[in-house]
């Protein structure tokens, strides 16, 4: 097909802050996560879809499939809507107290 450009799996991206490798970055509505790691103002590989073990608010209670949320200022997953971006589905439960959990992305 003449118009094809990628599979869009992946995505190179240019953080205003240092991002490790396996960090989220949140590109417009779309949250990528680093292939390596990224240093501030250079382009980097990201992927956009795919499961990965994200930090997550510790308090939040979450089960596989229900929708999480980007909060940005806090730089962790939620269950909490408001002021955040949705950033995929839950892939496993993880109980209060728990700092990560699986989300698909962008789903």
Known sequence: MK??????????LIPTADVASGGALLAGAMLAVAITAVAENTPGEF????????PKASADTVTAGDQ????DTAQELTTTATDNTPAGKAWADAG????????????
């Open 68 to 71: 999480l949320y980007w909060d």
């Open 3 to 12: 118009n094809r450009v990628q599979d869009g799996k992946t995505i190179t």
């Open 96 to 107: 209060n107290g728990e700092t990560l959990v699986s989300v698909k992305i962008n789903a």
């Open 47 to 54: 992927v956009a879809e795919g499961v990965y073990e994200l």
